[in-house]
């Protein structure tokens, strides 16, 4: 049940993808065709990484995109924030809770999956995912 948006979903990919050349200039059609998504909306997703200073995008036709911090230092939150903004943390699966917190009828699993999520994102450093997903699927 978990959903992460296309644009989150492909600004992970893309720093996933970045990593395995921290210090490479990629070119974005490059990155798209490589992740089969649209360079236009790659091009939406790499502004809001540029803005939060996790990639530097050069213009121009020797351009490009490369990472702009140390894959050490940023964690699969930042990304995702940097993209979504923070993360509402859901009480209830529903518009309008129907039960009480103390007595959802979900019990605790809400709760819990939030705080999995959480940790996993915030613990998993962008250099992880050399590990993770190594050069294969470049």
């Known amino acids: 049940m978990l959903k992460i948006s296309e644009a989150a979903s492909i600004g992970l990919h893309t720093m996933a993808f970045l990593v395995a050349y921290p210090e490479k200039l990629i070119p974005t059609w490059e990155i798209a065709q490589r992740l089969a998504v649209s360079e236009a909306h790659l091009a939406k997703v790499l502004q809001r990484l540029t803005k939060a200073g996790l990639v530097e995008s050069i213009r121009g036709p020797h351009g490009g995109v ?22 509402p943390v859901s009480k209830c699966l529903f518009n309008t809770a129907i039960c009480d917190e103390k007595n959802c009828i979900f019990g605790n699993m809400l709760n819990n999956v939030n705080k999995e999520v959480l940790s996993y994102l915030s613990k998993t450093k962008l250099i992880h995912l050399n590990a993770i997903v190594g050069r294969t699927h470049v």
Do not use: M, Q, R
Not at 66 to 85: N, Q
């Open 66 to 87: 490369k990472l702009d911090v140390k894959p050490k230092d940023v964690s699969l939150l930042e990304v995702y924030e940097a993209i979504e903004g923070p993360i």
